[in-house]
């Protein structure tokens, strides 16, 4: 029988030995493939389009505006009779008579005309929406930026905790086979009469306690893995191939106060809002332009004709001049005021956001910090629970030591290493949570 089990288990070790081996996901490679697929980075980049298209339409108010016109007219009005005889070139002596001026037969006026508007000055309103646009491409650029980061780090987050699920499965597995090979330990001392049934039962249902570990961590694992799955654009059933561990991260030397500064002066999302404080700013100058007069200039040149493809009669103008509203309702100065409005918003974001920034700073680096000493505790406590372990187990053998004990030093093995894959899991999430804060 155990000859047959060998025989087996030397086959699916064969089988799969011959299957070529999926390559193992690298964190690097998931941060590639989460930069290009992950639908806030498309997003973000049809913002600064929209910002862009922002910039355009602000420049152009200094460009001249063109337009054609084709007009038809046919009218028996005195006064547009009278006036498109003189712009055809048809008015003659007869047209002076009083019955004709009164009372004259409906013509027809066809007119291809063309004009043109270019503003002299604005006040400044068009030089400070430009300004105040290219501001708007710039926050939304710096939007991007913070984007792409909170992307990494959720690939990170991801990524340590599918790797996480796996060792917690593997530390469960290797629970279990402990466990197993302790029932069948306490049943070859029962069946010698060293110990009695109840030994054999604490190790069963500590067997028991492990499968159900397994089963929770293989739950784990799969849910982990989907999650990571969506981080990268995959199929939420895809298969991965994992590393067994986490990489080594250890705590570079660096002191809080210098991390803080960096962070408000590099953050992405805070010089995004500076940005944005600066284009209110440039808005309410434009709002205020619009209380100073304008000037401009319009010109136009057209033809007239009475038929579509007669003989026609060409006329143009130019015009120069001033305008200043005197009075319209307030609505200038409403402007003004909601302008205003909104800037203050916006200081009062900025402000909270700068301390916000100062606090998630100094979390993350307390939080690398523990870590990192967790890690270093939690790989000493498994080499001194796997040799308390050794030495209960051979002590058990020997019957000094009760059944008990031995489930207490497999259960403090088990507890070790599971603190220890959740401690550098910690590590590698909070260095990630540092540079996000910091804004690398």
Known sequence: MKRHKYVVLMAAVAAVAASPAQPVLTLEQAVFAALQTDGRLAVAEAAIDEA?????????GRMPRVEFAYLFQRTNNPVFVFGNLLRQGNFTVDNFGIDALNNPDAISNFTPQISIVQPLWTGGRIARREEAAELGIESAGLQQARTRQLVVFETVEAYSGAVLATRHLAVAEEALTTATA???????????????????????????EAREAVVRARSGLAVATSALNFMIGNELSAVITLPDDLDEMGMAEAHLEPLVSQALATRPDLRAMTAREQAVAKNIEAHEAAFKPELGLQGFAESNSASMFGQQ??????????KFTIFEGKGRSAAVDKAMAQKRQIEYRAARLRRAVALEVTQAFYDVRAAAERVTQAETAIQLARENQRIVENRYREGLSASVELLDAQTALTRAQTRAVGARRD???GRAALDLAVGQ
């Open 52 to 60: 862009s298209a922002d910039a355009r339409r602000a420049g152009a």
């Open 182 to 208: 302790h029932v069948e330990l306490a049943e070859r001392l029962r069946d010698g009469g060293l110990v009695v049934d109840s030994d054999v039962l604490r190790a069963q249902v500590r067997a028991s």
């Open 313 to 322: 009669s060409a006329n143009w103008g130019v015009t120069v001049g001033a």
């Open 427 to 429: 590590l590698m999430l």
